[in-house]
């Protein structure tokens, strides 16, 4: 089971963390990603992060404003997210691979087989 934490407002420039909780399993063999969708749009990949965290692939479109990180021990994956803009308003969602044999990134949502439930981030200009 995967519980994302709440979202919330911000103005553009501001800063938010999501974490998202996993239970019931091992996070240290999921690999993780954020993906987001926005009224009207599809679902868009934001970010993955491996097993051990020691690779992650962030979606151009946020490039060097989010990133993403976790913690094994405490299993969490976070998802921060810096200089925010109007665009970047959407639910967000984690989501976790447990078909993995490599523990490499995976971009691909059809890959992910466990989805939180989505929170809400709203971005004012």
């Given at each position: 089971?995967?519980?994302?934490?709440?979202?919330?407002?911000?103005?553009?420039?501001?800063?938010?963390?999501?974490?998202?909780?996993?239970?019931?399993?091992t996070?240290?063999?999921?690999?993780?990603?954020?993906?987001?969708?926005?009224?009207?749009?599809?679902?868009?990949?934001?970010?993955?992060?491996?097993w051990?965290?020691?690779?992650?692939?962030?979606?151009?479109?946020?490039?060097?404003r989010?990133?993403?990180?976790?913690?094994?021990?405490?299993?969490?994956?976070?998802?921060?997210?810096?200089?925010?803009?109007?665009?970047?308003?959407?639910?967000?969602?984690?989501a976790?691979?447990t078909?993995?044999?490599?523990?490499?990134?995976?971009?691909?949502a059809?890959?992910?087989?466990?989805?939180?439930?989505?929170?809400?981030?709203?971005?004012?200009?």
């Open positions: 089971q995967l519980q994302a934490s709440e979202g919330g407002s911000v103005q553009a420039g501001g800063s938010l963390r999501l974490s998202c909780t996993v239970s019931g399993r996070l240290s063999r999921l690999v993780m990603g954020w993906f987001r969708q926005a009224p009207g749009k599809e679902r868009e990949f934001v970010a993955t992060i491996s051990g965290g020691t690779n992650s692939y962030i979606a151009d479109s946020v490039k060097g989010f990133l993403i990180s976790r913690d094994n021990a405490k299993n969490m994956v976070y998802l921060q997210m810096n200089s925010l803009k109007p665009e970047d308003t959407a639910v967000y969602y984690c976790a691979d078909n993995s044999v490599s523990g490499a990134v995976q971009r691909t059809r890959y992910y087989d466990y989805w939180g439930q989505g929170t809400q981030v709203t971005v004012s200009s």
